[in-house]
């Protein structure tokens, strides 16, 4: 008789002392009453005397109650068995070993918890049906502990399969009865799973996995953003799937679909993406597609300004300027400003190019004589961008000099408004009122915007740009000094402690404007923790040697505005000291930004780049790249 196959039990009367079988006539002519106490069903399990067991009687076999196989539990669960009203183990509370398989488990005590839903709340049943008597305690100890909690929910062919058998003819003889099987003679099928195993599931999201496989950022975010967009839209394209496993390696990152966005052909048909749809649904620049690119709203910003004092050649070490080892990973958005920079502007942002690579483009570039400004932003950004306008102010008497001015830069990306400023002011110690004059008229004279609408047009004044935008950057060699003498600065420089950086800033002439709020209005600035960058000898770390003797300062900063508070967060404040090509070293920062959904209102700047300055940056890459490898290769051939 196989385990796997199923009977029908039929309850006693508790007054009757013997059970004949029943002939299928009787069964047939039985009360209703009849009918339910016979009713088959897995928890009823009957114990008979032992003079009708015929113990002692030699050759006397006990019979089995046959079960369906088994299936694996989802969760393993404690195997309890009921023994005149005590819960106990099934271990301590069987007199003969029992096999402690995981694919069942007792039917005999409490079924509420059971996984086989049809065996849930039958428990109490099952008690009143069987009455529990003193000759018969051990015939129901053994019953009880051979028994497993199994699944009822099997296919109909090994039922049929069973009913046609002798085993089961016999069995209808034999209703009521159900002793306990040595263990030993016990044959389970083997376990096969009822559906697939579930995936390997990976936390994308440890240290560990992000340093050792360098994962972007944004990966695990794009992930999740990409599920939840397909969702909601009831797309059929399959969804991303998590880390897989490989031969070559412990996990393959990659995914095994491809990690570009699906585009539907319905969206092809019904949007341009040069204008896009007013409504919210289906702009370009809507709140869908900002939370695919920026899941937290946030953009990357790096903003640079360096007084290159005229030098015709450029310095090796740009990397540590655009690439700083302390930032493991890119911006979304580089701006350089340039004072004085060298006469060939094309080779500058050729330079540019060729450090940032493929992954970034020349947005646009500005010059104002020998101000310069150059925005590079990342390929996969450039269709969320307006239109880029751009001003310039002279702020020299004679207008046809132009080493002091101001240089604009103004776009607008998704539905945030950005303005970039940067400015040279007039030089010189003790001249502040100059240099007010000059930040005056810059914010009266840059006609910006002009095509692009302003995002907020209640609160923008007519006189003063830095109010029409959303988001304002303000950078350059602005020429505030330090209001002490030289003595007193290199004392406190020699000392080398923090509270010395504090001392020194305590004479900076732009810090005492800014709190008085006469220059640079709703402008802040981050936390200085750098020493003066101007005036070096060139190629060295020493302040000014010459016979001027001029005082060290903070001249070259980087300001900022927003209309929103806590639209802007700094993340790095510094300067670059390896460079030193010029008398002023270059001051970095880099921001976190806010951006918000937009309409598609304003005209785009439809992908629109400088595609020569992006080709020749990225051969130049190529050739110093294939050079590096050739070095080495020499090398390694001569020492052989």
């Known amino acids: ?23 299928g006539s009787e069964s047939r002519s039985s009360t209703p009453q009849d009918k339910e106490h016979s009713a088959p069903f897995l928890s009823d399990t009957l114990k008979r005397p032992p003079e009708e067991l015929g113990h002692g009687v030699q ?31 099934s271990e301590d509370s069987s007199p003969e070993p029992v096999d402690t398989d995981s694919s069942c488990g007792s039917l005999y005590g409490n079924l509420s918890g059971s996984p086989v839903p049809c065996l849930q709340g039958r428990s109490a049943v ?16 053994s019953t009880s502990s051979s ?46 799973p009822s559906q697939p195993l579930p995936p390997l599931v990976i936390d994308l ?39 897989s496993e490989d031969s070559g390696s412990s996990f393959s990152m990659s995914p095994s679909v491809s990690a570009l966005f699906p585009v539907r052909s319905e969206d092809l048909r019904k949007r341009s993406y040069l204008e896009g749809s007013l409504l919210a649904s ?31 050649e450029l310095p090796d070490q740009l990397d540590d300027l655009l690439l700083p080892c302390d930032s493991p990973y890119t911006q979304d958005l580089y701006v350089i400003g340039s004072q004085e920079g060298i006469p060939d502007r094309r080779e500058w942002e050729i330079r540019l190019q060729e450090i940032l690579g493929p992954h970034f483009v020349l947005l646009y570039s500005a010059a104002h004589g020998v101000l310069q400004l150059s925005v590079f932003i990342r390929r996969d950004l450039i269709w969320f961008c307006s239109v880029v306008e751009q001003a310039t102010v002279t702020t020299r008497i004679v207008s046809q000099i132009k080493t002091k001015g101001a240089v604009g830069i103004a776009f607008t990306i998704f539905g945030t408004s950005f303005l970039f400023i940067t400015s040279h002011f007039t030089s010189g110690q003790g001249k502040v009122y100059e240099r007010m004059l000059d930040y005056n008229k810059t914010i009266e004279a840059l006609a910006l915007p002009r095509v692009v609408p302003d995002t907020n047009v209640y609160r923008s004044d007519p006189y003063d740009v830095t109010t029409r935008f959303d988001e304002v950057f303000w950078f350059g ?19 080398g402690t923090k509270d010395s950086l504090s001392s020194i800033l305590h004479y900076d002439e732009l810090t005492k404007k800014l709190q008085e709020g006469s220059i640079f209005k709703g402008f802040k600035e981050a936390e200085i923790n750098f020493l003066p960058t101007y005036k070096f000898d060139i190629g060295c770390d020493v302040y000014d040697s010459s016979a001027k003797k001029r005082t060290p300062s903070y001249t ?25 090509t010029s008398d002023h070293r270059p001051v970095y920062c880099s921001f976190q930004v806010r951006l918000r959904p937009g309409r598609d209102n304003i005209p785009l700047c439809a992908g629109q780049f400088y595609r020569d300055i992006y080709i020749e940056g990225i051969k130049r890459r190529f050739l110093r790249e294939q050079k590096s490898r050739d070095q080495k290769g020499s090398m390694v051939c001569s020492v052989s």
Not at 4 to 23: E, F, M
Not at 62 to 89: D, E, M, Y
Request: charged fraction near 25%; aromatic fraction near 6%; charge should be positive.
């Open 1 to 23: 008789m196989r385990m796997g196959d199923q009977t029908n039990l039929s309850v006693p009367s508790a007054s009757s002392s013997t059970v004949a079988p029943r002939t």
């Open 59 to 89: 050759g006397l076999e006990a019979a089995f109650a046959p079960r369906p196989p088994p299936r694996p539990k989802p969760r393993r669960q404690g195997k309890l068995t009921v023994r005149q009203g005590r819960v106990r183990n």
């Open 126 to 141: 099952a008690s009143e049906r069987l009455p529990l008597s003193s000759s018969s305690s051990s015939t129901s100890s």
């Open 147 to 192: 028994m497993r909690e199994c699944d009822t929910s099997e296919s109909a062919g090994s039922i049929a399969k069973y009913r046609n058998s002798p085993v089961y003819s016999d069995s209808k003889h034999r209703k009521g009865l159900s002793l306990a099987v040595p263990s030993n003679k016990r044959r389970l099928p083997p376990v096969v």
């Open 205 to 243: 999201d440890s240290s560990t996995g992000r340093s050792s496989n360098r994962i972007d950022l944004d990966y695990v975010d794009y992930i999740h953003v990409t599920r939840r967009e397909m969702t909601s839209q009831g797309s059929d394209l399959p969804v991303l799937s998590q880390v």
């Open 282 to 312: 289906g702009a370009l620049l809507g709140a869908s597609e900002l939370d695919r690119y920026f899941p937290e709203r946030r953009i990357r910003v790096f903003i640079s300004t360096w007084n290159m004092q005229g030098q015709k």
């Open 477 to 495: 060699d602005f020429n505030f000094r330090l209001d002490v003498k030289r003595a007193v600065i290199d004392e406190l420089l020699r000392s």
């Open 556 to 580: 070259d900063r980087i300001i900022y505005k927003s209309r929103q508070r806590g639209d802007v967060l700094v993340v790095k404040y510094g300067c670059c000291s390896s460079i030193k």
